[in-house]
């Protein structure tokens, strides 16, 4: 798994995208940068675009540019040390949107590329809104096929994944003041899910030989297969004109044996009708994959080194300032984030020692405009 990957998933929570700044199709512009750093020497700068023009009838089309510049201990930074690793991720979109008296629907194509992976994403959706538009719905499905492998080799040897998405959502006002979502998300994942740089050591079963010195290091191997299951309950409520309270819980399990819960609170206040600042805490607790272990003493079928696959506790908290005069908004976004790897080993000193605890950093800024 390439340092881009890692980023993309990282993120994925916090990261506020383009589009969520505007409430309408009208025609729009907006611009950004993400800054992600952890002390695990991972650093990763994201300058993002996007420009949506409206089209007759209750339609519009949106571009998206994105690039991340990557930098990292490794080309693995998810395992072990090797090399300082630099790279460069391009990623370009383009969506078609419709949204007119409660029916909407959107199509889009995303092509992405680095060094080690290119990836073309496909997305189809519609949404209605039922019951004096107090009920809404929305399904949505997506087809990504990628290509990748390692820098080392051609890309004629280079492996094909592809995942299949799909996500349901219904949406329901309980009040005035009051909202509750639940979201249903299936996720096949078919071919290469393995990083072709991350190397596993098997060691002898005493652990007072689990040293470098003892390893005999094999290629990682995952299982080509994996489905995913995710729900989501959220909960939105308006104490007053001027304070807004969130909750969300999510559960997930795939396959792979891998089971988790997420929650998270959240409040936005409005200091004025042109500002406003959000406050949110999210904890994560994941299981550890079935075939992942601490340290291997035999070659099995499927190892792994991807602390994405350990058991692992998480706690991040955001703070969100925006501001909107006329046409104009602007965001400033910070989020600071602890990891704990439950029985994660890496190297220090030549010696397979427990993985320390990891913080992360995230600090964003966009600004957008209705034109």
Known sequence: MSAARLWLCLVAVFTLQGAAFADDLGSHAATGTAVYSNNDGLRVISPWVQARQSVKGGAALQADLKTDFISAASVDMISGASPRFEDVRKEAGLQAIYDNQGLGGHAGY????????????????????????????????????????????????????????????????????????????????????????????????????????????????????????????????????RLFLRALYRGYLDTWGVRANTGEVGATYKLHHTAAVELSNRVYWQSRASFERAMYSVERDYMTRDRRLVGQVSNSVQLTLRLRWRQWEAMVQGVGGWTRYDDFRTLVSGVFAPMPDTWTGIVQCAFSVDL
């Not at 004096?132 to 820098?151: A, K, P």
């Open 110 to 241: 995303t092509y992405s590329t680095e060094h080690d992976t290119h990836s073309h994403t496909f997305t189809l959706g519609g949404t209605r809104e039922w019951l004096d538009r107090n009920l809404t719905t929305s399904l949505s499905y997506g087809l990504g096929m990628d290509r990748l492998g390692s820098v080392r080799e051609p890309e004629a040897l280079w492996h094909d994944r592809t995942s299949q998405r799909i996500d349901a959502t219904v949406s329901q006002l309980l009040s005035r003041t009051a909202l509750l979502s639940l979201a249903y998300t299936l996720e096949q994942i078919s071919g290469f899910q393995s990083s072709p740089y991350r190397m596993v050591p098997i060691v002898p079963k005493d652990a007072d030989l689990w040293t470098q010195g003892h390893a005999q290091w094999v290629a990682e191997q995952h299982p080509d297969q994996r489905t995913r299951h995710g729900v989501t309950l959220e909960g939105r409520q308006a104490l007053s004109n």
